[in-house]
């Protein structure tokens, strides 16, 4: 009976660890494999691209993989640990060599790893750690996740390699042209980045001035020359018609009136304010209507909505009513399908070094 017992229990507990197994994303394409669904196909396509031919040009194994967290494939220790665990489970890179290269990011989880192949030693481990506070880590706090990825495999083929996408074929003299120009630009915009620091605080200075000198300078009439006075805000209601006043009132515009004492000559300047409540309105064009939105049948997956708009003057009291429609809602494809689809055969088609990883690297998190 004790034994009977015994033998559940441990049939048990090894179902309970089988359940919980360490498993790893299907390795469908040799390049890149974007299971958070993170890269349009145009994107993908493009880093595909330069991949290949960095492959091409220098034999190296460079994979890219996005996924939504560890935790989908029973991982709950580090990044460190699942990245070289998986690197080594696809063989990345060449068996001779160990020159691989996996890029990981691991979405909700707010991770990534550069694993690089054992052949590599900790040579790169300092490198990879700049260009993922650099380059990488600063598009993706912002969720820009395809241009952070972008820089970052540029950067990190440079590290490798000593020259950028598009530049393996280049004589020593176009590449030492090419280092030039980049390090010229990066002087131009290191002064651009001062010289900007040093005009943004001025800039609100200067509008604030200049609008404040356009209201108040002196006017001469237009029609005998002489100058100008200005009605002071008490009184130059008189002067402005209803739907002037009624701007005033609603503080849609500011209107200030000029006057000349020899000919008694009128001028009135108008004044937008940064209140957006209030439009034009197309019976009276004074900026005196207003709308009021609601929804009467909302959108599905299936069916479009509605939305009423009843705009009403406040002036001439003239009111229309605008019916819009509202876009039917869209659902999320999921990523497995979506990258599933996006690879490309010839990519499929390569089959992996048997390349392994000792834990060289670098991490980041945002």
Known sequence: MIKTIKAGALLLL?????????TFPEDR?????????????AQERDLRETLEAFYDARQVEFTVLTIDQMSDYGHQGSIESFATDLFNTWGIGDAQRNDGLLLLVS??????RVEVGAGYGDTLDGPMQRVINKKIVPY???????KGIAAGIDEIIYQVAGRYPGEHDLS?????????KRGFSSVISLLGAWLLLLIIPLIPFGRR??????????????????????????????KLSPGQQMEERLKSVDHD????????????????????IYGACHNCNHRTLEGRSLVTAMPSTTQSGERTITWTCHNCNDVNVEHRVIPVT??????????????????????RGGGRSSGGGASGKW
């Open 14 to 22: 090894f179902s309970v660890c089988a359940a919980f197994a360490q």
């Open 330 to 351: 869209r659902a999320r494809s999921s990523s497995s399908s979506s990258s599933s689809s996006r690879s490309s055969s010839s990519s499929r088609s390569r089959s």
């Open 172 to 180: 020593w003299f176009n590449h030492a042209r090419n280092q030039i």
């Open 209 to 238: 001035w200049y609008k404040h000198w356009q209201r108040n300078h002196a006017r001469k009439c237009p029609v005998d020359g002489s100058r100008m006075r200005r009605y002071l805000e008490e009184t130059e209601d008189e």
């Open 257 to 276: 009136v000029w006057y000349c004492d020899q000919c008694d000559h009128i001028t009135i300047t108008s004044y937008p304010t940064r209140q957006k």
């Open 140 to 146: 993706f706090r912002l969720d820009d996740y395809p």
């Open 107 to 112: 979405h909700l989880d707010r991770e990534l």
């Open 29 to 41: 394409d040799f390049f890149v494999n974007d299971y958070a669904d993170l890269l349009t196909d």
